[in-house]
């Protein structure tokens, strides 16, 4: 899949990817928060889905959105232990709708750019 | 188990004291329930410790939960901050240098005790070095706390930014060197204000001393002017006839201050001469001392011409400008 840069950018590399999954990290949470989540239980929806997740990143995460208003949160203590489920919020859904709109215009400019650039395309290697 | 609360605590400990306990619970569950549906039965400590490196450094996830952007000293102030302290610190080098060497010159080489004298050197700088250092980032730090990051933030229009040649325009890095320079000395001629003169042997009367302190005051009054009008210029951002007057002011002040001094220093030369130095190191330190006040008021004359040439040029014409002109 991936083609391997030089060993000496890779941590460069590294870090830039890490900033990209990071900066898509709140909309696919909040994409997934329609029902009512757990944190562990969106870890494992996103996993599933084949996004990697970094934990320790998350759960800061939510709580920064429930701060933020978008997400509202609730303690359950029904079950083996208490947990912290959260729902989108009103704001939280019509953020939703506004980002997932500049993220499809996002990703279509990205794949006209990379289209140009045979480094960047699918099949480069 | 224990891991994971170690774990657990290590995080917490580092976030306000309100949010512990609701972090606290969530991450617990969270690893919990991970550690579940990794593990089939009794989680090995292994396990665990596997779960807890996956999950991150208890400092990442910690900050992960702070607020961003808390500095001390941030990314706008850092370059102010280290030409600052790059200037301050070296200067101050210098003068302890310049003192240690007029001591061992008065003392002549000590036999045997060269170590001892390098030791003492070695911890003047420390000391100087240090002190101004703190002081420094001090300075910066309230900057930081009341001014900083504010521009940055409010409307605005690039049309109303001052022409780039605008010879009113106060530079932002000189205001804020212009307070914090004085600042420093301030604090240091305050606090080392008995170390300050010439001493013949270890444990005898520091002379000129008598002068030094004579006119700290005076001294400080100086260096208060100078910061007032800084962050005067701060805040305003530009030149005007009453600050640049006042600017004069603080000039000519400066330089009746330093022949007042050196007349002090001058007067002295017999004492010193009597006390035991040398007399042609009497000499050096009078002349050196005397020389100062006409340096400094070269410099303000220089600086006053050239003002008053490039407003007479009419335009502040910069450098660039001339050469550009002489290019074409």
């Known amino acids: 899949m991936y083609m391997q840069s030089k060993p000496e950018i890779q941590p460069a590399v590294d870090k830039l990817a890490l900033e990209l999954r990071r900066g898509t990290l709140a909309l696919a949470a909040l994409s997934q928060l329609g029902t009512s989540r757990h944190g562990y239980s969106l870890v494992r929806e996103l996993t599933e889905r084949g996004l990697e997740v970094e934990q320790g990143t998350l759960y800061p995460l939510l709580r920064r959105l429930d701060e933020q208003g978008l997400l509202d949160s609730q303690w359950n203590v029904e079950g083996s232990r208490p947990r912290k489920y959260y729902t989108l919020s009103k704001s939280g859904a019509a953020a939703l709708a506004s980002l997932a709109m500049t993220w499809r215009e996002l990703a279509r400019t990205m794949a006209e750019l990379l289209d140009d650039n045979p480094g960047g395309q699918d099949d480069a290697d | ?328």
């Open chain 2, 1 to 328: 188990m224990t891991l994971i609360e170690s774990y657990l605590n290590e995080i917490v400990r580092q976030l306000p004291k309100k949010q512990r306990a609701d972090v606290r619970a969530e991450l617990r569950a969270a690893l919990a329930d991970a550690l579940e549906s990794k593990v089939d039965g009794e989680a090995s400590e292994a396990d665990v410790v596997a779960l807890l490196r996956e999950f991150g450094h208890p400092e990442a996830v910690a900050s992960s939960y702070r607020p961003q952007n808390q500095y001390l000293v941030g990314p706008e102030l850092f370059p102010a901050f280290r030409s600052v302290a790059a200037v301050v610190i070296t200067v101050l080098v210098g003068l302890v240098t310049f003192g240690f060497l007029v001591d061992l010159l008065v003392d002549g080489p000590a036999e045997g005790r060269a170590w001892l004298w390098v030791l003492r050197y070695l911890g003047g700088v420390w000391d100087t070095a240090l002190s101004a250092f703190a002081i420094i980032v001090l300075i910066f730090a309230l900057l930081q706390r009341f001014d900083a990051g504010t521009a940055a933030e409010e409307p605005w229009d690039p049309r109303e930014l001052p022409a780039a040649r605008d010879r009113d325009l106060v530079g932002r890095g000189e205001a804020v060197v212009g307070i914090v320079i004085p600042v420093v000395f301030l604090g240091l001629l305050n606090i080392f204000k008995d170390h300050f003169g010439v001493r013949v042997e270890p444990g005898a009367v520091m002379l000129l001393n008598d002068v030094f302190q004579a006119s700290l005051p005076w001294l400080n009054l100086a260096l208060l002017l100078g910061v007032a009008l800084n962050t005067w210029l701060l805040r305003t951002g530009r030149w005007n006839w009453p600050t640049r007057l006042f600017n004069f002011g603080i000039d000519v002040y400066w330089i009746v201050l330093l022949f007042s001094i050196a007349a002090g220093v001058v007067a002295r030369k017999a004492t010193l001469i009597g006390a035991g130095v040398p007399e042609p190191v009497a000499g050096i330190i009078v002349t050196i001392v005397a020389f100062v006040p006409w340096l400094v008021m070269l410099a303000v004359l220089w600086g006053v011409a050239s003002f008053l040439y490039r407003s007479h040029a009419g335009d502040g014409g910069s450098a660039g400008d001339t050469a550009i002109r002489k290019a074409g």
